[in-house]
Antibody
Framework: QVQLQESGPGLVKASQTLSLTCTVS??????????WSWIRQHPGKGLEWIGY???????SNTPSLKSRVTISTDTSKNQLSLQLTSVTAADTAVYYC????????????????WGQGTLVTVSS | QSVLTQPPSASGTPGQRVTISCSGS????????VHWYQQLPGTAPKLLIY???QRPSGVPDRFSGSKSGTSASLAISGLRSEDEAVYYC?????????????FGGGTKLTVL
């Protein structure tokens, strides 16, 4: 059974870098053929896709955050990570890691497995 | 302002059939698949429908999806109290500003 678990600081100061980790159990981040995404949800609001990294290490990010986002994997720990630079209060959100339904194929954008999410608050 | 437009709320009584709409454009729904999620309070979203009308294993057949042109719909038949949740549609956006997954603003379904 594949499970995802986000972790990281719950509080980040404005202008600093937000760093989160998603530990994957039950599947390999780089040999399982999956696409792994980060998605966030502002308090009381809808969902916003941040980007993905696939099993080859190829990444794709949303245009609005592209210059501030880095998504990577640590194969030794079977984790994916998110770094978001120069954060502001607008980056306060629950951050989810999620797995794409597609495997060894084209990214589908249908996320069939989600972590529980972690709330990150940006303070001034 | 979300790229995909959903009604903010919907309601129905137990046993009824409810539909939730999702409106987009030629650069998103018009050329790409639509997916639907259910989010219960305090939990992560759950995939309900993928590729317009496909149900993941374990999702009851009370939930169905369809797509026509630049719009899509989620239908829930035999409404139950546990269906009270927020529902989101999503698809891939492909325009000059860039590419990426986009979501609707969500529809809060109330079971009366």
């Amino acid at each position: 059974q594949v499970q995802l678990q986000e972790s990281g600081p719950g509080l980040v100061k404005a202008s600093q870098t937000l760093s989160l980790t998603c530990t994957v159990s039950g599947a390999s981040v780089n040999t399982g053929g999956y696409f792994w995404s980060w998605i966030r949800q502002h308090p009381g609001k809808g969902l916003e896709w941040i980007g993905y990294i696939d099993y080859t290490g190829t990444t794709s990010n949303t245009p609005s955050l592209k210059s501030r986002v880095t998504i990577s994997t640590d194969t030794s720990k079977n984790q994916l990570s998110l770094q978001l630079t120069s954060v502001t209060a607008a980056d306060t959100a629950v951050y989810y890691c999620a797995r794409d339904h597609s495997r060894f194929g084209e990214f589908s954008g249908a996320f069939d497995l989600w972590g529980q999410g972690t709330l990150v608050t940006v303070s001034s | 302002q979300s790229v995909l437009t959903q009604p903010p709320s919907a309601s129905g009584t137990p046993g009824q059939r409810v539909t939730i709409s999702c409106s987009g454009s030629r650069s998103n729904i018009g050329i790409n698949n639509v997916h639907w999620y259910q989010q219960l309070p305090g939990t992560a979203p759950k995939l309900l429908i993928y590729k317009n009308d496909q149900r993941p294993s374990g999702v009851p057949d009370r939930f169905s999806g369809s797509k026509s042109g630049t719009s899509a719909s989620l239908a829930i038949s035999g409404l139950r109290s546990e269906d009270e949740a927020v529902y989101y549609c999503s698809t891939w956006e492909d325009n000059l500003s860039g590419l990426g997954v986009v979501f609707g603003g969500g529809t809060k379904l109330t079971v009366l």
